[in-house]
């Protein structure tokens, strides 16, 4: 398989518009290229390898951003619960903290699951 230096000035500079446009098309028309082409350069592995490790860069950033503003996150909805002068809005954020607490629980209840199964299939 060629590398990401064998990736033409074309498919380099097309790579971000397919990243952030919601279809083929826009993302073409952006690029300055043909929509044949974009589809053309995605049935290339290398292409489309480098597209699929850029799109999850972009995520692993916005994953990054999230976490880093998480705790502030946390603060201002306790604060809501605790201060908050509505009663829906104290309602409803209790409400999404209960949900947010129950979903963390089922995710690690299913890791340890698999975890084991991995386990138990290593062995």
């Not at 690029?31 to 490790?53: C, H, M, Y």
């Not at 850029?54 to 880093?68: F, G, I, P």
Request: with cysteine; charged share 30%.
């Amino acid at each position: 398989m060629k590398d990401r230096s064998s990736l033409t000035r074309r498919q380099l500079h097309a790579l971000p518009f397919l990243i952030s446009s919601p279809n083929i098309e826009l993302a073409a028309k952006q690029a300055g290229v043909s929509s044949k082409q974009i589809f053309d350069w995605l049935n290339q592995p290398t292409f489309r390898q480098e597209l699929e490790n850029r799109k999850n860069e972009a995520v692993n950033q916005a994953v990054d951003r999230l976490k880093a503003t998480a705790s502030k996150a946390c603060d201002t909805l306790v604060g809501l619960l605790d201060h908050a002068e509505s009663e829906s809005v104290r309602h409803r954020v209790a409400v999404d903290l209960l949900n947010m607490t129950l979903k963390y629980m089922e995710f690690k209840d299913i890791e340890q699951r698999i975890r084991k199964l991995e386990d138990t299939i290593t062995e």
